[in-house]
């Protein structure tokens, strides 16, 4: 209890706290609720409106992130409404990117291979939402002395250096880097140093006469899928479902 006061309530991050978990919950229930729905078990069903539409609970999603987002504006930090509000986001926001994919692509592909795009979208956001909560601050910028507090350059030279590594290891094609490297500089410096991945925009640009280096870029980019595609498709498939099998392809006859 005393932990919870003095690193959550004290500084204000009590919303930040229930927005994190409210999300999280309503993703898990969600996809459970969408595997029932699948397997044909429990009182479940697809909600549609007039004429047969389906009604996607991303819309749903969209309308409660609206409120709690406006809510959490006018409400501060502290206080009933706040953290009412930060509810209501966390709930919208984890309905929203659940169908993170259909947005994307426009399509109904929530049980596809495309469809992992959301359960990938969900875990960075629980995780970079977790490292805030925790203390990291954007950009790097934490831990900071009085002094360095007091000097702006210093804090700016802070935040413009890890930037530049993490829109390196953006360009590389290493976009999960990039994005955590915003929270935890040390991670857009690894990004950055390492070599791009092969159809990167870095490696389309840097290493076209460089065949060495796009081989060596091949070689350790098929490597490493070998070794983590599998278990991060078995993670996702465990969070999410598995997504349907595609159909096989016939034989176009010439």
Do not use: C
Not at 111 to 118: F, V
Not at 192 to 207: D, E, I, M
Not at 213 to 229: E, F, T, V
Request: net charge positive.
């Amino acid at each position: 209890m005393g932990w919870l006061e003095r690193n959550i309530i004290e500084p204000g991050k009590l919303p930040l706290l229930l927005a994190l978990v409210s999300f999280v919950l309503t993703f898990l229930i969600t996809r459970g609720i969408t595997r029932l729905i699948r397997a044909g078990k429990g009182p479940f069903r697809n909600v549609s409106g007039s004429g047969g539409l389906h009604i996607h609970h991303v819309v749903p999603g969209v309308i409660l992130t609206i409120i709690g987002g406006f809510g959490a504006v006018a409400g501060g930090q502290h206080g009933f409404g706040s953290a009412l509000a930060a509810v209501i986001f966390g709930i919208g926001a984890g309905l929203v990117l659940d169908e993170f994919a259909l947005v994307l692509h426009l399509a109904d592909v929530y049980w596809t291979e495309a469809g992992r795009k959301s359960v990938e979208m969900v875990v960075l956001t629980a995780s970079l939402v977790g490292l805030l909560l925790i203390g990291f601050s954007p950009l790097g910028v934490n831990n900071l002395s009085d002094d360095q507090e007091q000097n702006r350059a210093t804090v700016i030279v802070n935040v413009v250096v890890n930037f530049v590594f993490a829109l390196i290891a953006l360009f590389k094609g290493k976009t999960r880097l990039a994005v955590f490297g915003v929270i935890v500089p040390v991670i857009a410096l690894i990004g950055a140093v390492r070599l791009a991945r092969p159809g990167s925009y870095w490696a389309k640009r840097f290493y076209r006469r460089r065949p060495r280096a796009r081989a060596k870029s091949s070689l350790r980019a098929y490597h490493h899928d070998r070794r983590w595609l599998g278990p991060r498709r078995a993670f996702q498939d465990w969070i999410g479902g598995a997504p349907d099998p595609e159909p096989a392809r016939s034989l176009e006859h010439r």
